[in-house]
């Protein structure tokens, strides 16, 4: 389309006029609305608020950050497990080697006298350290499997060096009264220190789990079966290693350690005079220790126990029923605690009864449990393999602050 020609001289017509005239007219048009939009721009920008300042970011607490820090990682162990280590990106893995635990490592004045110290870790295996979050639900439920996780007293080292803990027992020194004026030193009433070791001995176990579990995991039914499979695992070897355990290859044994408080009259029974002798055979100094002290035996033996008040003219009870979860029963007003791994009948020669302070049973455990995801051993079996292993030690620091029942 050609453009507007300009016309010269005699040749501009009435039509060309016409044409100028529509043009200048939108040409003013144009030029109103401009300046029109200018000034509402100019208005809108007075009405324009001042900036306010930027308002700092909420500062978290360490336990918040380390609460982020457990559910990244519970999620990165979770897809660990079911997609393999080829499956999280290299920030992930270095977040799960480096999650260590927090606060429940033992004081250094704990360590003092360790020779051997091994700077090894579970990662050098392979495989993850158990979250946090993970962990505590295991130790829990393995708690349901013996007595012992749940009365004795647990501390967590990072690494699994020999540990020296200094003991000493001091109930017979009395010290001396002053006449005055002085007419002799005070008798020097040595004290004799010892020290028990606590070693790091490893346990282990072997699951396999199908591929469809793997491949239908939506709704936590995978995590759910190897937190039961393992924790009853677990539950049960480390019980009975800390019951009867003989102190090579693995801890050393409660019943291993304790020395007789009572002998009981008959192989087959058990009275309740000999339940209080019992307990007085533990000092004082140890049996006034508070909520660690209580007794420990095997269900089938309290159920025996239980029924001693029936036809007897004293009727107090021996057994106080809980009524609150979590809360151990009560014997003579002592916690009851059930370990399966305990002799289970009453028969001569049978240790039937624990009581004392179990607090002077240490449970070492050094960091957290280990899993590692087996990919290929099991595929021809339409498996994957999931291996848990721990590094644990228990030891009876003092003889004197735990006694047995011996059946005669």
Known sequence: MEGLKVARGNDWKQEDQNQWDAMYAEYNLLTRQKDTLEQMEAIASQNVPEPTTTQPAKRTTPEEDREVMERRALATFATYLLRGDAAIDGEAKKL??????????VL?????GTNVIATETTTTYGGYLVPVTLWTELERRMKFFGGMMQACRMINTDDGGLLNWP??????????????????????????????????????????????MFQ??????????ITDIFSERAGRALNAAFTTGSGTGRPTG????????????????????????????????????????????????????????????????????????????????????????MASAVTTGLKTVVFGDFSKYIIREVQRPSMYLMQERYMDELHKGLVMWCRYDGKLLQSNAIKHLLQA
């Open 216 to 225: 239908d995991e939506r709704v936590n039914l995978l995590m759910e079966q």
């Open 108 to 112: 250094d004045w704990e360590r003092r």
């Open 167 to 212: 003991t000493n027992d001091d109930t017979s020194a009395t010290g001396n009264w002053l006449a005055e004026p002085r007419s002799s030193a005070l008798t020097v009433e040595d004290t004799t220190f010892n020290r028990v070791q606590y070693n790091s001995f490893t346990w282990g176990t072997l699951a396999k789990f199908t591929i469809e």
């Open 254 to 341: 409660l019943l291993t350690s304790t020395s007789a408080g009572k002998t009981t009259a008959g192989a087959s029974a058990i009275t309740k005079t000999e339940l209080i002798d019992l307990v007085h055979s533990v000092d004082p100094a140890y049996r006034n220790g508070g909520g660690s002290v209580g007794f420990m035996m095997n269900d089938a033996v309290l159920a025996y126990i239980r029924k001693l008040d029936f036809g007897s003219t004293n009727n107090d009870p021996l057994f106080q029923p809980s009524l609150q979860q979590g809360v151990p029963d009560r014997l003579l007003g002592f916690p009851v605690y059930i370990n399966q791994d």
């Open 96 to 105: 799960l080697k480096e999650l260590r635990k927090q606060g429940h490592s």
